[in-house]
């Protein structure tokens, strides 16, 4: 049977981990939720039982999107109708859409495929992209009353009577997820069909019938740039619950060369220029940030609820050189501060050592950053460069884990072979998932999901080989973890980890059989601050190994 690797989100399971490990008296009891699994029938199926399950996400108030799949054993259900999408919310399961019926809000269109399940936000309600009769593209609303947001051959909002969005709208033929925050709205780049050349795409943000143009290719840019600067190309964006976005842009036309990549962040129609190449950058004197390469600038930029920021970006300056030329930079847009750099002392945790490559960061609602990086200095090989840490500007990196590291409570000296996905919350909590490698490690065993308490101890929740136990005696053998989270929780990317510490996975079993799963526990008080990661770690049992 090929495995596949699956990413669990850890949230308060992390938290509980560690005080089951340091307090035992102080854990608040936790056990494993099921969600949905293999077997229990699917809404709006004609009781047609899942078979197994894709991507899961879950809010802030605990609401829960997930994809999943039909028997196709089951009377009239084939490989046309056997995908949908399902939303949990108050205890009940909705269908949202499934291939093969009609779209809830426009029911003279029928799903004719999905592509991916977005965020969850309030109850029953998510975004879409998927194909339906009536193009493809993003849809969105409850469950119930799903409507299309913008479709292959609909008008494109803001722009001339005539021209329609294009064939690939939100990525749609490619594998990426749609943003969406609380109140249902999202952010996306499509192009056009018509408009004139090199005016044929666009950035728009807002919900169902109600769209906001954001920035046009070949148009004026927005924010105070100079008159006739023109967008050339815009990165991904991000977008908070309260509708504030956050992105990267490369302008043309009258912006100089050197000045031509811009950050924005803010309100659609009233966006700031949060930094720009060619300026200097925030907190270094005599450092500036360095002008867009191979054609483009695009940077993720992470957004919280304050409308804070989160960025990397390369530098320039007479003092610069391959030893410190790129920066992580966070805060208020009008108050960016520098969070890391490479060169930097990696962390106390790992004395003599420095920061070398820098990956894109993850903002939390609290201010703090979550990144991965690479170190260098003495003992460092191809088996232990990379790292993750937390940090805030202007304070020592945390260091929540390593390559090379044995993995906390194995007794087979497993190590850290690399990192998957990851993501932080609100609280403090990180979770991300790992491979294995070591003399004890096989092909069952060799992937892992972690989680750290606030203080950033970090904790095995569980790992390939494991047993899930899912009440009355139901003990069955992780066979893959799997969880697609890259989120720092308010960014409006589809996050396992909710800001309550909720961890929603989903995990595949030896037997064949394979679940969602969320795993819950009381948000601690500053004297329990470790009690959230405990209670998860009860629910998972380790498979004792041969003395």
């Known amino acids: 049977m090929q495995r596949r690797f699956v990413v669990a989100a850890a949230s308060l399971a992390v938290a509980a981990l560690v005080s089951m490990m340091m307090t035992p008296s102080t854990h608040a009891a936790t056990s494993v939720t099921t969600i949905v699994k293999t077997g229990d029938v699917a809404p709006g199926a004609g009781g047609a039982p899942f078979n197994s399950f894709g991507e899961a996400y879950v809010g802030a108030a605990g609401n829960v999107t997930f994809s999943g799949y039909l028997d196709t054993d089951s009377p009239g259900i084939d490989f046309n109708n056997m995908e949908g999408v399902w939303t ?44 339906s009769t009536d193009g493809r593209g993003l849809f969105g609303g409850v469950a119930g009353n799903v409507q299309p947001i913008a ?33 249902g709205q999202t952010v996306f780049t499509a192009n056009t069909v018509g408009g004139g050349a090199g005016s044929n795409a666009g950035m728009w943000t807002g919900s169902a019938g109600n769209l906001t143009l954001v920035a ?66 925030p907190g270094l004197s005599g450092v500036t940030i360095a002008p867009p390469q191979f054609g483009s600038f695009g940077p993720r930029v992470t957004i919280n609820n304050a409308g804070h920021v989160a960025f990397a970006a390369n530098l320039a300056g007479a003092d610069v ?69 937390t940090a805030t500007a202007n304070a020592a990196k945390k260091l929540i884990a390593r390559e090379g590291d044995v993995i906390p409570g194995a007794t087979d000296g497993a190590q850290i072979r690399f990192f998957d996905f990851l993501g932080i919350n609100a609280l403090g909590q990180t979770h991300f998932t790992a491979g294995l490698k070591g003399p004890g490690v096989t092909f069952d065993n060799d992937y892992a999901l972690f989680a750290s308490d606030p203080a950033g101890n970090l904790f095995t929740i569980a790992r390939t080989g494991d047993q899930l136990d899912l009440g009355n005696g139901d003990l069955r053998t992780i066979e893959s973890l799997y969880i697609p989270s890259y989120s720092g929780g308010h960014d409006g990317v589809g996050t396992a980890l909710s800001e309550a510490g909720v961890l929603v996975f989903r995990a595949g079993f030896a037997d064949g059989t394979e679940g969602i799963f969320s795993v819950s526990a009381p948000v601690p008080e500053p004297s329990a601050a470790f009690s959230l990661l405990a209670a998860t770690a009860l629910a998972i049992r380790r498979r004792r190994l041969p003395v």
């Open 88 to 131: 949990v919310a108050n205890g009940s399961m909705s269908h949202y859409a499934r291939e093969g019926t009609p779209v809830s809000g426009k029911p003279d269109s029928t799903w004719t495929s999905m592509v991916g399940a977005g965020p969850a936000g309030g109850a029953h309600q998510t975004v879409l992209k998927a194909y």
């Open 321 to 389: 050189n391959s030893s410190n030329d790129a920066a992580i930079f966070a805060g208020a847009p009008a108050a960016i501060s520098v969070v890391a750099r490479k060169g930097d002392a990696a962390s106390p945790a790992l004395p003599g050592l420095t920061l070398d490559a820098l990956d894109s960061p993850f903002l939390a609602g609290n201010g703090k950053v979550m990144f991965m990086a690479d170190v260098a200095g003495a003992g460092v090989d191809t088996n232990n460069d990379a790292a993750l840490f």
């Open 216 to 281: 046009r290719y070949g148009q004026q840019a927005p924010g105070a740039v100079e008159p006739g600067a023109t967008v050339v190309h815009l990165s991904d964006a991000t977008i908070n619950d309260n509708g504030q976005i956050g992105f990267a842009a490369l302008l043309g036309g009258t912006a100089p060369a050197e000045s031509s990549g811009v950050i924005y962040a803010g309100a659609p129609t009233a966006l700031t220029i949060v930094t720009r190449t060619g300026s200097v950058a």
């Open 151 to 183: 479709l292959t051959g609909m008008q494109a909002a803001g722009f001339e009577p005539g021209v329609t969005y294009g064939d690939n709208v939100a990525g749609v033929n490619g594998n990426f997820v749609p943003t969406g925050n609380a109140a």
